[in-house]
């Protein structure tokens, strides 16, 4: 079983930048690829960004590709989205999740567990 607890959203002004962190409980963190999701009101569930157990792969969604960065530190059983140039659109409540079937997918369907969420609100 893993836990994932999120933390480091907040309110931005547009442009300005967050560091998402999600810590992870138990021991087999570095044997867990990782994504982040964000989900806006009335909207689905996104995909953002994904990062390989090792880190040496990472995959972004469009829409965030060049302005937001994912890695992780093993020894600390945690992953990091970067947020840079926020945008309105970016508003969201953003979640961790953790695939330990190494599928490495964009759908939310390949990641077993799941945080609770982090709201981040970009202001214009």
Same mark, same amino acid.
């Given at each position: 079983?893993?836990?994932?607890?999120?933390?480091?959203?907040?309110?931005?002004?547009?442009?300005?930048?967050?560091?998402?962190?999600?810590?992870?409980?138990?021991?087999?963190?570095?044997?867990?690829?990782?994504? @982040?999701?964000?989900?806006?009101?009335?909207?689905?569930?996104?995909?953002?960004?994904?990062?390989?157990?090792?880190?040496?792969?990472?995959?972004?969604?469009?829409?965030?590709?060049?302005?937001?960065?994912?890695?992780?530190?093993?020894?600390?059983?945690?992953?990091?989205?970067?947020?840079?140039?926020?945008?309105?659109? !970016?508003?969201?409540?953003?979640?961790?999740?953790? !695939?330990?079937?190494?599928?490495?997918?964009?759908?939310?369907?390949?990641? !077993?567990? @799941?945080?609770?969420?982090?709201?981040?609100?970009?202001?214009?």
């Amino acid at each position: 079983q893993v836990q994932l607890v999120e933390s480091g959203g907040g309110l931005v002004q547009a442009g300005g930048s967050l560091r998402l962190s999600c810590t992870a409980s138990g021991p087999t963190f570095s044997n867990l690829h990782m994504g @982040w999701f964000r989900q806006a009101p009335g909207k689905e569930r996104d995909f953002v960004a994904s990062i390989s157990r090792s880190g040496g792969s990472t995959y972004y969604a469009d829409s965030v590709k060049g302005r937001f960065t994912i890695s992780r530190d093993n020894a600390k059983n945690t992953v990091y989205l970067q947020t840079n140039t926020l945008k309105p659109e !970016d508003t969201a409540v953003y979640y961790c999740a953790a !695939d330990p079937n190494l599928r490495f997918g964009k759908s939310a369907s390949v990641y !077993d567990y @799941w945080g609770q969420g982090t709201q981040v609100t970009v202001s214009s």
